[in-house]
């Protein structure tokens, strides 16, 4: 409703219709088990990412079927599903090349759209029911729904911060004996702790200035740096590692970044400088932190255009790779489900450290993880996690 003003309201029940008014006899519409909140919508509820005002917050959505359009073939009524955040036609040129975070078709100012966001008008999942455009294309069904439910913890991550955390080591080039530098310990640099052991990562470090983030991450079995401390970056890394750089970087902070030391400044350069520093050549490095134009609170014209002070030229020896942008979920979210399922990732839920609330508690949610709270907050709005426990 405006910057810190999350509310819940009474709303009529979705429609199979799009934001343009168009029918949806593709979509179905979803009955909430879980509904996370995450740090993109805190951007949101900062007031530094503009959306309308009224918009249903809400990407990162797991639900079970309720009602299927006329043109859904294999989706069926009573299907436990996870939604990745990108809305994506499955028809457009970049659907078909894997590139569900650029759909063409699903948001007229911009290819790439999501749920609960200035992304194309799509109404969030922090509901009792959505609706899901492209249902077939979009929906990953889980195999067995009691199996799930047992597993919901870890398998609700799947719609965004697991498939995200996942992307942003594999830009990296993260791989078996990778020591690896995670930018934030926010859920996302948690998830991104996770999917750097899964995929092999010797040591791994992840940086931040909160305390008690660090501390859950430590006590989780990894190696943590205070960001707010005076040694610089290399130092720091040098006294765990040995080395005064890592193989691979991951920039789990976006925008919203504080500069290095006791004195530091919001600096939204700072995560990408930092890593462009510490991480070898030839750097790699995954930006799933989120940048983006029409920061309200930015210190000037340019920062607010989305133009940052990065030391390009300095970097520029390194070879360096990036992968920015939103994650293609849909790459990511049925091997990370099998690997959950599995019980390839029981190590995940000690880092995540997912806490389910009802749906009343979402506002008071929010503002505890806009002070730093070491949770993640995942919405359970009909009370379905609680019954099946
Ligand atoms: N690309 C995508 O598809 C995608 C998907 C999900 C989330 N995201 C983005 O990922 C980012 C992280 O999400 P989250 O939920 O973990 O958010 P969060 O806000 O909970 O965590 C960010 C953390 O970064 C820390 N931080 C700030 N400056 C730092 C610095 N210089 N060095 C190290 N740590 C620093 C903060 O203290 C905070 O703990 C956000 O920008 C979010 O929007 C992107
Ligand atoms: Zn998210
Ligand atoms: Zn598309």
């Known amino acids: 409703m405006g910057p810190r003003k999350v509310e819940i309201q009474t709303l009529d029940y979705p429609k199979l219709i799009d934001p343009r008014g168009k029918p949806c006899h593709h979509g179905v519409i979803i009955k909430l088990v879980t509904t996370n909140i995450c740090g993109s919508d805190q951007h949101i509820y900062r007031g530094r990412f503009p959306a309308p005002t009224g918009m249903v917050l809400g990407h990162?959505?797991?639900?079970?079927?309720?009602?299927?359009?006329?043109d859904v073939e294999f989706i069926k009524v009573g299907d436990l599903v996870s939604v990745p955040f990108n809305v994506a036609c499955g028809r457009c040129r970049n659907c078909k090349e894997r590139h569900t975070d650029v759909c063409m078709n699903v948001n007229p100012d911009a290819s790439c759209g999501a749920y609960g966001f200035n992304l194309g008008g799509w109404q969030g999942g922090q509901a009792d029911y959505m609706m899901v455009p492209y249902a077939d294309f979009n929906l990953l069904k889980f195999p067995d729904k009691d199996e799930a439910?047992?597993?919901?913890?870890?398998?609700?991550?799947?719609?965004?911060?697991?498939?995200?955390a996942f992307h942003g080591c594999v830009?990296?080039?993260?791989?078996?004996?990778?020591?690896?530098?995670?930018?934030?310990?926010?859920?996302?640099?948690?998830?991104?702790?996770?999917?750097?052991?899964?995929?092999?990562?010797?040591c791994i470090i992840v940086g931040d200035s909160n305390k008690e983030r660090l501390a859950l991450v430590k006590k989780a079995g990894y190696e943590v740096v205070d960001t707010s401390k005076a040694p610089p970056l290399p130092?720091?890394?040098?006294?765990?590692?040995?080395?005064?750089?890592?193989?691979?970087?991951?920039?789990?902070?976006g925008?919203?970044?504080?500069?290095?030391?006791?004195?530091?400044?919001?600096?939204?350069?700072?995560?990408?400088n930092m890593l462009l520093e510490v991480v070898r050549a030839p750097a790699g490095l995954g930006i799933p932190g989120v940048y983006a134009p029409g920061?309200?609170?930015?210190?000037?014209?340019?920062?607010?255009?989305?133009?940052?002070?990065?030391?390009?030229?300095?970097?520029?020896?390194?070879?360096?790779?990036?992968?920015?942008?939103?994650?293609?979920?849909?790459?990511?979210?049925?091997?990370?489900?099998?690997?959950?399922?599995?019980?390839?990732?029981?190590?995940?839920?000690?880092?995540?450290?997912?806490?389910?609330?009802?749906?009343?508690k979402a506002p008071e949610a929010y503002r505890l993880f806009d002070e730093g709270s070491p949770k993640k907050f995942v919405i359970d709005p009909h009370g379905s996690v609680k019954k099946a426990a």
């Open 60 to 70: 990162e959505n797991t639900g079970e079927v309720v009602e299927v359009g006329r």
């Open 149 to 164: 439910m047992a597993k919901i913890k870890d398998l609700t991550l799947l719609s965004d911060i697991l498939p995200t």
């Open 171 to 202: 830009e990296a080039k993260v791989g078996p004996g990778s020591t690896v530098y995670i930018a934030g310990a926010g859920p996302v640099g948690r998830c991104a702790a996770a999917s750097a052991r899964l995929l092999g990562a010797s």
């Open 235 to 253: 130092d720091q890394i040098e006294a765990i590692l040995g080395q005064r750089e890592v193989d691979c970087g991951v920039d789990c902070v």
């Open 255 to 272: 925008f919203e970044a504080h500069g290095h030391g006791p004195k530091a400044e919001d600096d939204p350069a700072a995560v990408i």
């Open 295 to 360: 920061d309200t609170q930015a210190k000037n014209e340019a920062v607010k255009r989305g133009t940052y002070a990065i030391d390009f030229g300095k970097a520029w020896i390194k070879s360096p790779a990036m992968t920015a942008g939103q994650c293609p979920v849909m790459n990511y979210n049925r091997g990370l489900m099998m690997a959950i399922l599995w019980g390839r990732m029981d190590y995940l839920s000690a880092v995540t450290n997912v806490e389910f609330i009802p749906l009343e």
